[in-house]
């Protein structure tokens, strides 16, 4: 035989590797140890196994050609060995062992390499409050949960649900309780809006009306402070305003990369207790690789070490470790935290920084909102994707992309553009110029990437002046406190109508787009006037012809009413 190579870790990236190796090196050793019983799954795909859109959990399993990925699948097919239900006690790195147990016998082992791989994972987070200990509180962690809660569930045992933390997990296992199975479901998110530190507020409240919409009751800025146990079964969530009945609770508070193996063995580890690695995916000990949920890798876009947890994120990290590990150089710079989730009819994505991330990490930012179709506006089925293009004032840096559309491509492709340009450092200009395939079943002429940067470079060069999404919904929760504003609503009368008989013309006014130009001595002048369309291009097109006549008391609304509409609020007309 030749190289032995031992891998810890048998979910996303360890299976990579391990096949990756075999492939670059057919005489290598390679081993994977795992202390589950299943391994190489599709973990992302938990919600969709428990929400029934993946019938079986073995198809989380299995390859696309129907072979489950068990033990013989790697012995026979891949010609790795596969050591299941094997916990990793210790590494000697002097000896180059690893002490192992089997946890059926309990008998341990010493198992020798030549380069070894961590691929360890993460573990959920537990809240340290009672009652979390009841064996109907679950995290969402591995399979067997997942199929647990599932069992539950088909077993009718579940009435009412509480999913703890607002995050991607905790929204989408909100959505499988409620969608298919009828649950009634609670969610609780201790932070002001859900996917925080992940969307800016306009596309995490545009998520928040789509999950009430879809009749899940949702809790923001409520911690639980106790899981409420009776005859040790949980019966229901305490939070610091209200008591939730519950049948089952999941709590998805996040989740800690699992370190410890790699720091109790003298390896350089995080704050956070992430392994530290190199581009070469190699930790400070170089016969000693690490990828997947365990490691830390650099943000392109901040700079600064992150933890990405995402199945495609570790098969990409795996495979670079194989070939470092197979003597073929390779290098993984890093990532821009691309992400997307879906919820019932709406999807939500990011990539990069949001514009609160790059205040917090010190650039002079800005950004654009845009909602144009995500097809030709005269194809059938076209739909709004609504994006915010988040940018470097001083530099013209693109720093971030985020959006939300219909669960479809509308939303990925443009996500996934994003994340390559930006990758590369791409500025405004760039994305101005972004060629994306064109075709009216897929994309207007102009695509929305390209519309947002165009949008952003008006902003930047100060040819268009915007308001605040929040400071005018503060203003529209009560328009009387300030009455030297005034909306100028340029679209048709009849979609200005349920407007201006809600809030009359002192704060509603209407002069249509196409009779700006003969009637704009009518507009008052001793107010701030908001010019509102449907998307906020006629806005822009409005302001700078009243510049032009020396109106330049405007500000654009950003965005527009499809933005609006999908963020609703209590001062929207209900006609």
């Given at each position: ?5 031992l891998?810890?870790?048998g979910?996303?990236?360890g ?29 992302c ?33 891949k010609?790795?060995?596969?050591l299941?239900?094997?916990r990793?006690?210790?590494i ?7 002490l ?19 691929a360890?994972g ?11 200990d ?7 962690s ?12 088909a077993?009718?045992?579940v ?12 929204i ?15 969610l ?6 859900v ?6 507020k ?15 009751n ?12 009776k005859?040790?079964v949980?019966v ?7 008591e ?5 609770v ?11 193996l790699?720091?109790e ?17 190699q ?9 997947g ?21 570790a ?19 890093g990532g821009?935290?691309?992400?997307i989730v879906k ?10 920084l949001?514009?609160?991330?790059a205040?917090a ?23 709004v994707?609504?994006?915010e ?7 013209r ?39 994306m395939?064109?075709?009216p079943p ?7 990437i390209?519309?947002?940067a ?7 060069d100060?040819r268009m002046?915007q308001?605040?999404m ?12 300030n ?32 009779e ?7 507009l ?9 369309c449907?998307?906020?291009?006629r ?5 700078v ?7 330049t ?17 209590d001062w929207?007309?209900?006609?």
């Amino acid at each position: 035989m030749g190289k032995k190579i031992l891998i810890i870790g048998g979910v996303a990236a360890g299976p990579k590797a391990a096949c990756r190796v075999k492939r670059l090196m057919a005489d290598a050793e390679v081993t994977i140890v795992d202390q589950d019983s299943l391994i190489s799954y599709g973990g992302c795909g938990i919600p969709y196994y428990v929400s029934g859109d993946v019938a079986d959990e073995k198809e989380l399993r299995s390859t696309s050609f129907h072979m489950v990925r068990d033990e013989y699948f790697f012995e026979k097919a891949k010609g790795v060995t596969a050591l299941t239900s094997t916990r990793a006690l210790a590494i000697n790195r002097r000896e180059k062992t690893v002490l192992v147990e089997d946890l059926t016998t309990r008998k341990q082992s010493d198992l020798t390499y030549d380069t070894l791989m961590l691929a360890t994972g993460s573990t959920p987070i537990v809240l340290p409050i009672p009652g979390t200990d009841a064996p109907n509180v679950f995290t969402v962690s591995d399979l067997h949960k997942a199929i647990a809660i599932k069992d539950m569930i088909a077993k009718g045992k579940v009435g009412k649900a509480v999913v703890v933390g607002g995050g991607a997990i905790g929204i989408e296992m909100a959505e499988a309780f409620t969608d298919l199975w009828g649950v009634e479901t609670s969610l609780i998110e201790y932070m002001d809006q859900v996917l925080p530190h992940i969307v800016d507020k306009p596309f995490a409240q545009i998520m928040e009306k789509n999950l009430r919409d879809s009749n899940v009751n949702l809790y923001l800025g409520e911690s639980a402070t106790e899981i409420i146990v009776k005859d040790g079964v949980a019966v229901g969530v305490k939070t610091g305003k209200r008591e939730l009945e519950a049948d089952l609770v999941v709590i998805a508070a996040g989740i800690r990369p699992r370190g410890e193996l790699a720091r109790e063995a003298g390896l350089q580890t995080s704050e956070r207790g992430a392994i530290s690695v190199n581009e070469r995916m190699q930790t400070s000990d170089p016969d000693i690789y690490a990828a997947g949920d365990c490691v830390e890798i650099t943000h392109l876009v901040s700079g600064k070490k992150f933890v990405a947890p995402f199945g495609s994120m570790a098969n990409k990290e795996g495979r670079v470790a194989a070939d470092n590990m197979a003597g073929i150089p390779s290098i993984f710079k890093g990532g821009v935290g691309s992400f997307i989730v879906k919820a019932f009819e709406v999807a939500v994505g990011s990539v990069g920084l949001s514009y609160e991330m790059a205040l917090a990490e010190g650039f002079d930012a800005g950004y654009s909102l845009s909602s144009p179709s995500d097809r030709a506006h005269f194809y059938p089925g076209h739909d709004v994707v609504c994006l915010e293009l988040v940018f470097d004032k001083k530099t013209r840096r693109v720093l971030g992309l985020q959006g939300t559309g219909p669960v479809n491509d509308s939303l990925s492709v443009r996500l996934d553009a994003a994340a390559v340009a930006i990758s590369a450092g791409a500025t405004l200009d760039d994305f101005g110029t972004i060629e994306m395939a064109y075709s009216p079943p897929f994309s207007p002429a102009i695509d929305p990437i390209n519309a947002a940067a165009y949008i952003a470079d008006n902003l930047c060069d100060n040819r268009m002046r915007q308001i605040d999404m929040d400071t005018f919904y503060d203003w529209m929760e009560a328009p009387e406190k300030n009455q030297d504003w005034i909306v100028l609503d340029v679209r048709h009368k009849n979609e200005v109508a349920p407007f201006a008989e809600k809030y009359g013309s002192k704060v509603w006014a209407s002069l249509p787009y196409d009779e700006v130009r003969t009637r704009y001595d009518e507009l008052p002048k001793d107010k701030k006037m908001i010019i509102f369309c449907n998307a906020g291009s006629r806005s822009f097109e409005v302001q700078v012809v009243l510049d032009s006549v020396g109106i330049t008391n405007t500000l654009v609304l950003p965005g527009g009413y499809n933005i609006i509409r999908r963020m609703g609020g209590d001062w929207l007309p209900t006609s």
